[in-house]
C-alpha cells in the first residue's frame, strides 16, 4: 500500500459517499443530543481543513483539523473506509494531523469521541499516540456519550 495523503476539497463523490457513511453511522449509534459528527457543509468551513487519505484512486479514509484559537486546534471527522479498516490507515492520518498542527503553530491538540464499544479502537489508537483525558472544550458539555481527550504538542 502506498499511502498519499492530500487536503481535500470535498467535492469528489468518494469523499462525500464516506462522510455520509460517517455520519449515517454516528446518527445510528449516537443518541441526537451528543452526536458531534459535522456533516459536509459543515467541514466546509473555513476554519476547517480536511485531509484524505489514496492509495492510488482509493479513498482510504479521511481526518480534518479545526481551528480553535491561535494556539489550540480540534481533530474532526477521522473515518476509515471499510475496506482499508486495520491496515494503518488511521494511524498515518493521525500522525499527518499531529505534524500539520505543529507547522502551523498549535500548542495543543483536542478531540471528542463517544463511550460506547464502537469507538473503543478510536480511544486506544488516541491513546498511544499520548492523548490523554481532559475536561470538555469549546462548546462541549459533560455528556456520558462523549469523552475528550488533548495532546500538548510543544
Request: glycine share 4%; aromatic share 6%; charged share 25%.
Amino acid at each position: 500500500m502506498t499511502l498519499r495523503i492530500t487536503v481535500d476539497d470535498l467535492t469528489g463523490p468518494d469523499i462525500i459517499a464516506l462522510l455520509q457513511e460517517h455520519v449515517d453511522q454516528m446518527r445510528a449509534i449516537t443518541p441526537p443530543e451528543s452526536k458531534h459528527a459535522l456533516d459536509l457543509d459543515a467541514l466546509r468551513h473555513p476554519d476547517i481543513t480536511m485531509w484524505t487519505a489514496h492509495d492510488g484512486d482509493h479513498l482510504l479514509g479521511c481526518a480534518a483539523l479545526k481551528h480553535l484559537d491561535p494556539h489550540h486546534a480540534e481533530i474532526k471527522s477521522m473515518r476509515t473506509a471499510t475496506r482499508a479498516q486495520r491496515r494503518g490507515v488511521a494511524a498515518a492520518l493521525l500522525t499527518h494531523l499531529i505534524e500539520q498542527a505543529r507547522h502551523r503553530g498549535y500548542q495543543r491538540l483536542y478531540l471528542e469521541t463517544g463511550t460506547a464499544d464502537f469507538f473503543h479502537p478510536a480511544r486506544t489508537l488516541y491513546q498511544r499516540f499520548g492523548f490523554q483525558p481532559c475536561e470538555p472544550f469549546a462548546d462541549y458539555r459533560t455528556d456520558p456519550n462523549s469523552t475528550h481527550l488533548t495532546k500538548l504538542l510543544t
